[in-house]
C-alpha cells in the first residue's frame, strides 16, 4: 500500500516546551525547541507517513491570536488542495486547542483529515506523553475512516470532535473529553477504531470559507469583537457595558443554569440587543444543551447556544457576524453547527 503524505503544522504549546527537569511539570515554558525537534523525537512517524512540516508559530496557545488562526488556515487549504497530500496534523497548546480546531470545523473547505494533538507534559519531562499523541495524530490524519469527519482532536489515545471535545483538566494528561458527545475512536497501537461521529454540519457544510473570511477581514480589518461575560452571584451587568464600551459586536453570556441572567445584569443585556449586539446566552454549566429560557429573552432576540461552551459559542458568533447580524439567522446557525 503507497504511504500517506501528511502535512503537520506547528503552533507551540507545551508539546514543544521544556522543563528544568524531568520532575517539572507546570511553570516551564517553551525554550527554543521546534517543529523539528518535534518530528526527530518521533522516528517512527516516517514508518506511517512521508512527512512534511511547517511551523506556522511558536507560542503558548493562552495567548492564541486570531492572526495565528488565519495564518493556520491559510495554510492548511493550501496543503488539502494538494492532491498528494491525504491528511493534516496540527500541534498546538492544548489550553485553547479546542477554540482552534472548532475555527477550522467551521471554515475549513477540505474533507481531508485534520486533526489537532498537543501535550499535557513538557518534551522533557518523565512519561512525556507529546511524541505518542504525534505518531497517534499522524496515524489518525493517514486513515481513510477520518476523512469527512470533520477536524478532530486526538490526545491520550482517544479521538473526539472539534464541536466536543472540550479542555476538562488542567494538568491531567486524560483532558479532553466531550461532557455530551464523548470520544467518538480510539488508537491502540497501530489499530484505529472509530465508533461515531458528530451529526453537526462542519468544513465543507457550513456557509463560511476562507475565501470568504478574507473579503470581510480585507473591508474590516479584523474578526468581530466578541467578548464573553461571566456570570456569577452579585453580577451587576458592569461586564456588560465595558464589553459595549469596547465595540462588541456580539456577547457570549456565560450564564448560570439553563442560560439564566441575574435580573441585575438584564437590563444591560436589552440594552446592548436594542443597540444591535447579538447576545448568545451560553451556560457556565458543563454539559447538556442551553435551549429557550424566558419569553423576553427569546422577545429581545437572545440565541440559546445549544451544546457549545461558552469559548465555543464566541467562535461561531465570530463567525456568524461575518455573514449576518440578524439574531434570527444566527440562531438557526447555533442549531446547525
Ligand atoms: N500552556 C500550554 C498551552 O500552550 C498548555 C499545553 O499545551 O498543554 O496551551
Not at 104 to 116: E, F, M, Q, R
Not at 274 to 289: D, F, L, M, Q
Not at 326 to 332: G, N
Amino acid at each position: 500500500m503507497k504511504k500517506a503524505r501528511i502535512a503537520i503544522f506547528a503552533t507551540g504549546g507545551t508539546i514543544v516546551s521544556s522543563g528544568d527537569s524531568a520532575t517539572q511539570m507546570t511553570g516551564y515554558s517553551i525554550k527554543g525547541l521546534n517543529v523539528n525537534d518535534l518530528i526527530a523525537a518521533v522516528p517512527q512517524l516516517t514508518d506511517v507517513a512521508d512527512i512534511e512540516a511547517r511551523q506556522i508559530a511558536n507560542i503558548d496557545s493562552s495567548s492564541m491570536k486570531a492572526s495565528v488562526w488565519s495564518d493556520l488556515a491559510h495554510a492548511i487549504e493550501e496543503e488539502a488542495r494538494r492532491d498528494e497530500v491525504d491528511g493534516i496534523v496540527v500541534t498546538h497548546g492544548t489550553d485553547t486547542l479546542e477554540e482552534t480546531a472548532y475555527f477550522l470545523n467551521l471554515l475549513l473547505s477540505t474533507d481531508k483529515p485534520v486533526v489537532l494533538t498537543g501535550a499535557m507534559r513538557p518534551a522533557t519531562a518523565l512519561s512525556a506523553e507529546g511524541p505518542l499523541n504525534l505518531l497517534n495524530a499522524v496515524r489518525v490524519a493517514a486513515s481513510p475512516d477520518a476523512c469527512g469527519k470533520g477536524v478532530l482532536i486526538v490526545l491520550n489515545d482517544s479521538i473526539g470532535t472539534a464541536r466536543d471535545m472540550t479542555k476538562t483538566h488542567p494538568t491531567n494528561v486524560a483532558t479532553f473529553r466531550g461532557p455530551d458527545l464523548g470520544a467518538i475512536g480510539s488508537i491502540s497501537g497501530d489499530r484505529i477504531e472509530f465508533i461515531g461521529a458528530s451529526a453537526k454540519d462542519h468544513t465543507t457544510k457550513t456557509p463560511f470559507t476562507l475565501e470568504k473570511l478574507d473579503l470581510y477581514l480585507k473591508t474590516h480589518g479584523k474578526l468581530p469583537r466578541v467578548d464573553i461575560v461571566y456570570s456569577h452571584t452579585d453580577d451587576d451587568g458592569v461586564m456588560v457595558k465595558a464589553a459595549v464600551t469596547a465595540g462588541a459586536e456580539g456577547i457570549v453570556h456565560a450564564g448560570t443554569g439553563n442560560g439564566s441572567i441575574h435580573e441585575e445584569t438584564e437590563p444591560a443585556l436589552f440594552e446592548a440587543a436594542k443597540a444591535g449586539i447579538v447576545i448568545v446566552r451560553a451556560s457556565r454549566v458543563h454539559g447538556g444543551a442551553i435551549v429557550e429560557g424566558l419569553e423576553r429573552w427569546q422577545q429581545a432576540g437572545f440565541v440559546p447556544s445549544g451544546s457549545l461552551n461558552p469559548q465555543k459559542a464566541r467562535v461561531l458568533l465570530q463567525l456568524a457576524l461575518t455573514v449576518t447580524k440578524d439574531p434570527t439567522a444566527i440562531d438557526s446557525l447555533f442549531r446547525r453547527l
